[in-house]
């Protein structure tokens, strides 16, 4: 049975730092991408940064370029998400994917795969 698990969320002041993982189980990912999605109160969930299955490639919502890097590590089945210069705008249950393909029209998308629980991660001002 696959599971996916998000752990690392937590409260911040902004300008800090939180570094999630995500850690699957079950079976093997290393050929799939892996990925990040978020959703804030009372807003849709949102992409926020894949990393193809080579990891050679990585992509990210206009948001947070240059403030988050998305990594891997397939020894472990992990994907990470270091998140710095945190504003309030961040705060959002953050959901993990394995087993997903990236797509792009526009726009950055997941498509397929298995869904984490999520984690919460709360700036404050």
């Known amino acids: 049975q696959v599971q996916v698990a998000e752990s690392g969320g937590g409260l911040v002041q902004a300008g800090g730092s939180l570094r999630l993982s995500c850690a699957a189980s079950?079976?093997?990912?290393?050929?799939?991408?892996r990925g990040w999605y978020r959703q804030a109160p009372g807003k849709e969930r949102e992409f926020v940064a894949s990393?193809?299955?080579?990891?050679?490639?990585?992509f990210y919502q206009d948001s947070v370029k240059g403030r988050f890097t998305i990594s891997r590590d397939d020894a472990k089945n992990t994907v990470y998400l270091q998140m710095r210069s945190l504003k309030p705008e961040d705060t959002a249950i953050y959901y993990c994917?394995?087993?997903?393909?990236?797509?792009?029209?526009?726009?950055?998308?997941?498509?397929?795969?298995?869904w984490g629980q999520g984690t919460q991660v709360t700036v404050s001002s």
């Open positions: 994917n394995a087993g997903g393909s990236t797509y792009y029209n526009g726009s950055y998308w997941l498509e397929g795969g298995y």
């Open positions: 079950g079976r093997s990912f290393s050929s799939y991408d």
């Open positions: 990393i193809s299955w080579s990891g050679g490639a990585t």
